[in-house]
Structure formats: C-alpha cells, structure tokens
C-alpha cells in the first residue's frame, strides 16, 4: 500500500511519544472499545493525536482511525470504518498478513528501525508496533497499530559518525604539525648567535634554568644540563663588582615585570674575560614564580671597538660644542630613500624654536611634516647625487617673525667611497635678508600701484615715474621721463598755481594736498587728480633731497560723484513717491537705536510728523513694551547681518495695525552696521483676513478630524502628504510628529513593495486627467505594530502648477481590511470549490469511463465466450468431417472401378453436380474451414486477454503478450484502405523479465497511446495531400535496470508542438476535434501509470518527425507497513 510518512520536528516528537505511550498504557491494561462511551472518548483521542493509529476488530475492519493514518496512507475522506484493511489495501503481502494474525492471537508485534522504500523509490526509516486490545471479557477483540518516522534521527547517529571520524583526522593532522613546528624551532635555536634560555626563579630566591639552547657551550662555556636545575654555578661566573648590578636588575625585572636588559663580565672556567648582554621577558606564574624568556650575546669585540672610538669622540665633542653655528648629523638610509636624525649641537638647539631633542633617531618621515620632510629629502639626496658640498638658503615664521638661515650640507665617506652621513651647518642671515625684502618691497609697491608716483629733483628735473603715472598722462618710455620736468605734467592752466602757490607750500611745510589737472601728452586733454606733493628728506641730516608725489586719478570719481547726485535724487523722488513705507534708524557706536527719518507715506499712515520721528529711540516713539520687541529686532537684524522679515503689530493713535516689514542693514567701509532702512506695508486687513480664515479652517478642520475617513491633499510633484486629518494617526498609529519627519519617505515606508508599482502607475494617470475626475486604487499600507491594511482611495485633481500640470490631489481613504480579509477567504473558498468540482468532475469521468471499459470488457468477454463455444464445436467437428468425407470419397472411388459403367440415372445426377469438381472442391473448402476457425480461435483468445479489466490485483504477466493482444484488436484499423495505405508495426521486443502490474489496465494504456499513433498517422496521411510513402508505428521494449522497464511505442507521424506537450496528460484536453476525443484518455493512462504502478509516463516529440510516448514502471512493487 502507498504511503506518505511525514517527518515532525523535537516538540512535536516528545509530544507524540507521550500520547503514544498513554495510549498503549490504555491498551495494555485492557481498555476495551465494547462500550459506546469508550469508543467515542477513543474516538477523540485518536482522531487528534498526530501519530498514525488505526484499531482494527477481529475481521481487521477499521473501528478507529486517526487524521495522521489517513495522511500517510492517501486515504484522503474514503469512508474506511467498517471495511476490510485488506479491501483497502488489497497489495499487501503475506508476511504481513502473519504479523497481523499472530497479533490478533494476543501477541506483540514491533520493530524499532524498519527500511521503508516510498513509491518515489526515496527511503525512509520507521519504527511501528502492532499491539492486541481486549474485550471486557479479557478476550482479544482486535489489533491496534501505530507507525511513526525516525529518518530524523538515523539521519543525526549518521551524522554524528562521520563528525567524530573528521575530529580524529583533524587532530593526528594537528598533532603531525606540531611536531613538525618543535623540530623546526630547535633547528631555529641553534643558529640563533646567542643563547636562547627560559630562567626561572622561585618565591625563595633560588633558580635554575628550564631550557637553554646549544649556545651556552660556546658563550658559558657550560652544558645546559650544567644549569637546568641550578642556576647559582652560573652566577658564579659573573664579575665580583657586577654581581649587585646583576641581581639588582633581576629583582626590578620580577618586581615590575618589565623586560630584563642588562651587561656584565664574567670570567670563564678556562680563564676568558668575556662582555655579556641579556634581554628577555618576564612573566609572573600562579604559584609566585617568575619566568624570562630572552636570549644572552657574547659581545665582548663591541666593548674593545667602543674604547677606541671614546677617545676620538671626546676631541670632536670639543668641537661639537664650542661653533656659535648650529650643526646637525643624519644617517643615510636605503641609499638616500631616507634620512634619520642622529644628533644636534648645543648651538642649534638654542638657536631653533622646534624641540630637535625629540627628532634624535627618529627619521624625518616620523619627526616632520609629510610636505616639510619631502622638501629637506630632496635637498639632501641633491647632495648625495653631486657627492659634494652644497649651499641653499631657506626661511620660516616664528613668535609671527620670519627668519632666514644659509645651509651648507656636507656628505660623510665611508671606507668603500658610500656616503654613509650628512652634516649640516646653518647659519642665521635674517638681518640680510629682511633689508633685501624690504627693498624689493617698496619698488614692488610702486610698480604696482595704481597711482600716479614720481620723483623729482629739487631743481624740478624728472627722475622717476612708475607705469600707472605714464599710462596716466601717455608717456610711453622711461627716458622720456629722464628728460622731462615736473611743470611739464601739468595741465596749462594749472602751472602758474603750482609755482606760486604749491611748491613754496610744499618746501616751506613739507607737503601739499588738493585738486589739479595733469596734461595728457597724447591727447592734450585735461586729467582730474588729486594731487599729493611732499619732500623727501636725508634721514641723518633731515636735509630735503627731492620731490615726491603720489597722485591719483580723479576723472572717474569726478564721473561718480555725478553718478551718485543723479542716482539720490532718482531715490528721492522713490522714497517720497511710494505708498509703501519707508524709515531709516541710524545704529550707533554704543548699539543704540535712533530713528534717522521716514518717507511722507510714513507721515500719511502713522499721523505723525517726520520732525517727530527724527532722534527717538523706538521706546520713545512706540512706548516701552511695542518698542522693547522693536529694538530686539533690530537687534535680531544686526546680529544676523542680513536682510530680515517679519509681521508686527503697532498702535498708533489708540489704534492697532499690523505691518510686514522687512530691514536691510546697511554696512561701512569698516565692516560695521551703521544703519538700518526699513520697509513696511500695512496688513491690517489682511490679517483680518486671515484670522477670519482660520476660525473657519478650525471648523473644517474639526469635521475632518470627525470623519472616519482619511482626507488628505497629496503633492505629486514633492511625492508627500502636504496635509492628513487625524484619522490618518488614528489608523496607522504613528504620531503627527513621526509623520512630520517622515515627510517624502512616508509612503516609501508604509506601502506594501507589491503595490509600489501599481499606485505610480496610479498618480501618472494624473498627467491626463480633467478637473473633476475621480481616480479609485485599493492597496495596502503598514501600521506601526507591523500589520497590513487595505486602503480604499477616491482622489480628485485639486491644485495645478504654473505650467497647468496638476501639482496636488484630493483623497478620501476608507479602511477596508475587513472587507478586503472576507473577499480574500471567500475567493479562497470559491477556489476550494472549484478545484473540488475539477476533481469530482475528473474522477467522475474516470469512473465512467472506467465503468465503460469494464461494460466493454465483460461485452467483450461475453461475445468471446459465446463466440468460443461454437467455435470450438466447428474447428472440433471438422476433423472427423474430413475423415468421413475422405471416406466417402475413398468409396467412390472404388465404386468407380468396380462399376464403371453406372445407370444412365446415375450417370446423369454425376453429371449434373460436376462430381469431380466436388470433390476436388471439398477438399479444399474443409481445409479453408480450417484455418477460418483458428484465425476465429486467435482473435477470441486476444479478446480474453484484453478484457481482463476486473483483475484488480497485482500479477506477474508478460507485457509483450498485453502488447500482442492490443495489437490484434486493433488490427482491422492498421489495415490499408481505400484512402490510406497500410500501417506497419515495427516490433522491436526486448528481453523483459514478468512484471507486477495491473494487466486489464496496462492494456488499456496501450490502447489509448496506440490508438492516438494510429489517429495520428492517419491525420498526417490525410493532411498532408499525397501518400505517406511508410507510416508506422515502432514498439521498442527494454530492462532500464533490475527493476524498471521501459516500453517506447513511437510513430512517425507529424509530431506534436512543444507548447501542447505539456499539457498531454491534463484532463479533458485534447486536440482532436469535437466528438472524435473526450481529452481523458492520456490523463487516465498516466494515472494509471503513474499513481497506480508508481511509474512514469512522458512523451517526446520533435514536429514533422513523429512523437514518442514512453512507459516506465516497476518490475516489483515496494511492499509498505499496513
């Protein structure tokens, strides 16, 4: 019987074990199902539990069954209590048939791991028991069996194994490497120059070393075995005088647990004097003890090496640090790459403002700037490149001075010619430097003014003039300045007030400043400039020396000063003629506020005077309450240093106005606020206006807020809710804040992804639409605790931009998730129903076609047997009939040869009937009889075969005999006629063990495929206007494996195209036309195939080539607990 075990998770697991084990609790202490009560509690309990249980009675009819039992045997709502278990599941073999009678004798039956092999050939693992009920009378009264699933759990041990077989693997693989690590490290030791130790020493002063490498035989001249447990022999070697220094280190070392770094002599057992230096690490133990690890160096050449090099050091210290000039030395690293500070003379350290004792072994990529560092390196390597001394000056700012120093680098040789050093000499020239500066300074001031600026002699000769002055007055060359003359410049009708008036001036007072006209030497025009003429004078005998001015062009001064009288009195002309009004504050040095004035428009609106207004402070003018909110907004204007605006409300004259005012602070060429012009309009009426616009916005906006709806106004063009009444809260149930800062994102946030595309789609209808239109769209949106609503929408065109495009929408949303959740079950039912009816209809199909076959069937069995019986009698009787008639042939013959000569009667009846004729004729007409009747026979044994459609058993048959017999039936239709030639089988029959199937059935799929080939070789025959040369239908046999076959019925028809293939199999499809096919005879054959053999069934076509239907089914049946 087919099975559909489900696999349960832990929880549901225990659960069912523990309602198993109640349940065969009950059973074992014979609860008994006699009673109606009994049964009925039975009932509840079994119905529900979710492990599959049925109780079976003696005859092992169903009594009880559980909803897991009908799931996991594709029992669906078949009405099972009261039948036969073996109705229902007519498969099932022997061996079970014996567990279930030896149960029904009173015994228990149960297997904890049992092999299952589903239909779809997947296996499974399952644990089942079979336990005997009782009646009160303590007789057994039937069988109760479970079966559950426990794949999980095998699936799990498996799985555990293969992780602790890894583990093991992982681990030899880890234990390999670190042996490969130890050998490799003790490889390292050795080849270390020095000796490698771990030094130990314990909570009572006394120590000894754990390890130490090969290197103490050539350093200690000891064998570590020598200091492994104590360490005192080898401290006995150390210098008497380094003795404290020694353990004065260690102890620091172990108190502080920083690293030990120390140096000391000691003597040898073979009398060498020998330097020692020690590094290494320590780490304090649980127990108190203190462990290094380091390693010790013999550098006793380092020492002898050092002395030497003292005494050469002393001499260039002296040296070093006697220059008033500051000297630096640098390490050359990677060949001039980079540079290293190695140390600074007392000169330079006072002479620099930067901290160079911090830049001593730091590389300058580490001690400067990245820009600072790359301008020194490129210097330096300038020197390296040259391979001599070079020269560079450079500056840099300090306490806001600028100091100027002369650099001189010089390369250091070492003894293979490798510059291995630089030293670097500065010298400060800052007093040099600054007086060239100033110098260059003053002509570059000059020179690039834009003023008129010239020397002259005291005699009134030209000896300089700058480029601006000769583009001034068109001189095009120096040397024409060489041999002009200060009265030369000016302007004919100016020279006789320079002589007489300005240059006794200037001489007697040292300057003069005023307007006067330069001459244009190109042009002969006039030059307005204001003219400034002083002396120069010796600063150490304040004796004059020349002339001197700086003049500046005046001509577009003069042009703007005209400018500007136009442009007031245009203003003025504003200022007085606008209704609007205008006042000006003056802003003081002390930040106080002054009205400076008013436009007459200002007289007309507040009644009062201008006079008036001229000098108050706002309090004066406005009272001290209005004027304090005055003056803080001046303030507010000046502060901010931009224009302000703003609404107010005033009183004058016991009358109150509103005004909109707008301040622009005016700035001066210092940069301060000096005053402030003031615009204002009067909107008095406006803001009553708009008070009144708002009560009755506050009365709409109380309907909306009562309404159980949303009403909101959506911009399209900003995608955001410009206004929502508060149901659009009260249904998501964000706060109006929440919703603020949400702004655009809103609805990104709220609707569902599904629906994003649809409602863009929605507001593009937008683009077209007319005013007055009325837009719907349903979709769903997010509240805040995560739940989906649906949302009804009404939207309108309420607003349009400049452009006439609609800018703004009008919505009204009704929540209709009520709505929406019963449309959803009602289509969910209305689905049910129709794919229940789909079903009803299908299985009521099969069934009568079923039903049909089977009337076929038994018609055909019948006609069959009743054809058969006389048959036989004739094909019988026609043996001993040609007996007799060779008999009386024979004797006519001898009746011929005795009487020759017969009765002219006789004579004349032989011949009437042609005796000789007959009987040669009658011969052959009882041979033909022959064959009539077997052919006859042939046909009704094919018929029998065939009709086998009651077998509802599995048997063993050979499938090339039902191939055989479909064939023979459908002989008369492969025949050639009139309008089609003949239809070839080709029979291409493997060697095919018996196999378990449904025969009647199995046939009946022959029928249906080779009846379509045959439909469709006929089609192809008809349609395609001319004679297939060969049609035929090919049958190919074959053992897929040890237990499936394959059979391949094929034609070489028109094929069928690729987009029907898929649906051959469907129910009530078919491509033939109306009457000629019902489009349910593939649908049952791979039903039949299928769910009931648990095979395969599926076509292969290629158009114009024919199309090929293949049959796989088992060649055993997988047996299953039942």
Same mark, same amino acid.
């Given at each position: ?235 006995? #070697?150390?210098?008497?005088? !380094?003795?404290? *220094?020694? =353990? &004065?280190?260690?102890?620091?070392? @172990? /108190?502080? +647990? $920083? ?36 390693? #010790?160096?013999?550098?006793? !050449?380092?020492? *002898?090496? =050092? &002395?030497?090099?003292?005494?050469? @050091? /002393?001499? +260039? $210290? ?805």
């Amino acid at each position: 019987m087919t099975c559909n075990l489900i696999t349960v998770d832990k929880n549901t697991y225990e659960s069912l074990q523990q309602e198993l084990t109640e349940l065969r609790q009950r059973v074992g202490s014979n609860h008994c199902f006699s009673s109606l009560k009994s049964r009925q509690q039975m009932q509840l309990f079994i119905e529900y539990t979710p492990a599959a249980i049925a109780v079976f009675d003696l005859e092992m009819r169903y009594l009880l069954v559980s909803r897991r039992w009908r799931e996991d045997y594709s029992l669906g709502d078949e009405e099972i209590i009261g039948r036969s278990h073996y109705e229902v599941f007519p498969e099932i073999s022997q061996n079970w048939r014996e567990i279930h009678q030896r149960c029904l004798a009173g015994a228990i039956e149960k297997s904890e791991e049992d092999i299952f092999i589903r239909a779809n050939g997947t296996t499974e693992w399952v644990k089942w028991e079979i336990h005997p009920w009782h009646e009160e009378s303590g007789a057994v009264g039937g069988i109760i069996m479970f079966t559950e699933v426990i794949t999980t759990r095998k699936q799990t041990e498996a799985e555990l194994k293969r992780l602790n077989e890894e583990l093991e693997a992982r681990v030899e693989e880890r234990t390999a490497e670190l042996r490969h690590s130890e050998a490799r490290l003790q490889r390292l030791a050795d080849n270390v120059p020095g000796m490698l130790y771990e030094f130990c020493l314990q909570p009572d002063g006394t120590g000894y070393f754990p390890y130490a490498s090969s290197r103490c035989r050539d350093i200690l001249e000891l064998e570590p075995e020598e200091i492994k447990e104590d360490a005192s022999f080898a401290f006995s #070697l150390i210098y008497p005088d !380094d003795v404290v *220094k020694v =353990q &004065q280190a260690i102890a620091e070392s @172990a /108190q502080t +647990l $920083q690293d030990f770094d120390c140096e000391w002599r000691m003597m040898t057992l073979t009398g060498k004097k020998k330097w020692i230096k020690a590094f290494s690490h320590p780490e304090l133990q649980r127990d108190g003890e203190v462990i290094w690890y380091g390693c #010790l160096f013999d550098i006793s !050449d380092n020492q *002898k090496t =050092q &002395q030497k090099l003292q005494s050469q @050091a /002393q001499f +260039l $210290q002296s040296i070093w640090e006697g220059v008033d000039y500051g000297i630096f030395v640098l390490d050359v690293l990677d060949d001039g790459a980079e540079f290293r500070y190695v140390k600074f003379n007392p000169a330079i350290l006072q002479l620099s403002p930067m901290p160079l004792e911090s830049f001593v072994g730091r590389t300058m990529a580490a001690a400067l700037p990245a820009d600072m560092a790359y301008y020194y390196r490129q210097r330096y390597q300038e020197c390296i490149k040259l391979r001599k001394s070079i020269f560079f000056e450079e500056s840099f700012w300090h306490n806001n001075q600028e100091n100027w120093w002369l650099l001189n680098i010089t390369p250091l040789f070492d003894n293979n010619s490798q510059i291995t050093q630089l030293v670097v000499t500065t010298t400060e020239i800052t007093e040099h430097k600054q007086a060239e500066q100033e110098r260059q300074i003053f002509v570059s001031l000059i020179e690039n003014s834009s003023d008129f600026i010239g020397f002259a002699s005291l005699e009134g000769k030209a000896l300089f003039l700058n480029e601006a002055g000769r583009n001034i007055v068109g001189i095009e060359s120096l040397e024409f300045v060489k041999n002009s003359n200060i009265i030369d410049y000016i302007f004919p009708d100016d020279r006789q007030y320079l002589l007489q008036e300005v240059l006794p001036i200037v001489i007697k007072q040292g300057m003069w400043q005023g307007e006067l006209h330069f001459r244009h030497f190109q042009t002969e025009k006039a030059i307005s400039v204001d003219y400034n003429m002083f002396v120069i004078k010796n600063p150490e005998t304040a004796e004059p020396m020349c002339f001197a001015t700086i003049t500046r062009d005046a001509s577009k001064r003069k042009e703007a000063e005209t400018k500007l009288q136009e442009q007031e009195q245009f203003l003025r002309s504003i200022y007085d003629g606008v209704p609007q009004v205008i006042f000006v504050v003056n802003v003081l040095e002390n930040g106080e506020f002054r009205f400076a004035g008013c436009n007459s428009s200002a007289e007309k609106s507040i009644g009062i005077n201008h006079a008036k207004i001229i000098g108050k402070t706002p309090e004066e003018l406005l009272g001290t309450i209005e004027g304090t909110l005055v003056r803080q907004r001046y303030q507010s204007c000046i502060d901010a240093g931009k224009e302000t605006t703003y609404e107010e409300c005033l009183t004058f004259d016991e009358q109150e106005k509103w005004w909109f005012t707008t301040l622009n602070p005016l700035i001066n060429n210092e940069g301060r606020i000096y005053q402030i012009v003031g615009t204002t309009w009067d909107i008095t009426e406006r803001k009553q206006a708009e008070e009144a616009l708002q009560a009755s916005q506050h009365f709409i906006q109380r309907i909306a807020d009562s309404s159980p709806n949303i009403l909101y106004i959506f911009d399209l063009e900003e995608q955001r809710n410009i206004y929502a009444n508060q149901e659009l809260e009260t249904l998501l149930g964000y706060s109006n804040t929440e919703i603020q800062q949400l702004g655009d994102n809103l609805l990104p946030v709220i609707m569902h992804p599904d629906d994003r595309e649809r409602v863009s789609l929605h507001h593009q209808q937008f683009l077209t639409s007319k005013d007055g239109d009325i837009v719907e769209i349903e979709f769903r949106v997010r509240r805040v605790n995560g739940e989906w609503c649906w949302l009804y929408c009404r939207e309108t065109p309420f607003n349009r931009n400049e452009q006439g495009d609609i800018k703004q929408i009008l919505g009204v949303s009704t929540d209709i998730t009520e709505r929406k959740q019963t449309e959803i079950q009602l289509q969910a039912q209305a689905q049910n129903l129709e794919n229940t009816l789909r079903e009803l209809q299908r299985t009521q199909a099969q069934l009568i076609h079923s039903e049909k076959m089977s009337s076929v069937g038994n018609m055909v069995a019948g006609v069959a047997h009743e054809i058969n019986n006389p048959v036989n009698f004739i094909h019988g009787n026609l043996i001993p009939a040609s007996e007799y008639v060779e008999d009386l042939l024979h004797l006519l013959e001898l009746y011929e040869q005795y009487y020759p000569e017969p009765a002219a009667e006789i004579q004349a009846e032989i011949d009437d009937m042609e005796l000789d004729f007959l009987k040669e004729d009658l011969i052959k007409l009882l041979q033909s009889m022959r064959i009539g009747t077997q052919r006859i026979r042939e046909i009704v044994l094919s018929l029998r075969n065939f009709s086998r459609l009651d077998e509802a058993e599995f048997k063993l048959v050979n499938v090339h005999e039902g191939l055989d017999s479909t064939l023979m039936i459908l002989h008369h239709r492969l025949k050639a006629k009139a309008d089609n030639s003949e239809i070839a089988v080709i029979k291409e029959y493997g060697k095919l063990p018996l196999v378990d199937c449904y025969p009647g059935q199995l046939n009946q799929v022959f029928m249906n495929i080779m009846s379509n080939a045959i439909d469709a070789l006929e089609d192809s025959l008809s349609s395609n206007g001319e004679e297939k040369t060969s049609p035929h239908i090919r049958i190919r046999t074959e053992a897929v494996n040890s237990n499936l076959v394959a059979i391949h019925i094929a034609d070489n028809g028109k094929g069928i195209p690729p987009g029907i293939v898929s649906k051959l199999f469907d129910p009530f499809f078919t491509t033939k036309d109306v009457g000629k096919g019902t489009g349910l005879g593939l649908s049952i054959s791979y039903q039949i195939v299928v769910d009931r053999h648990g095979g395969k069934l599926y076509c292969n076509s290629v158009p114009g080539k024919g199309a090929e239907f293949v049959i796989e089914i088992p060649i055993t049946q997988p047996e299953m607990p039942t």
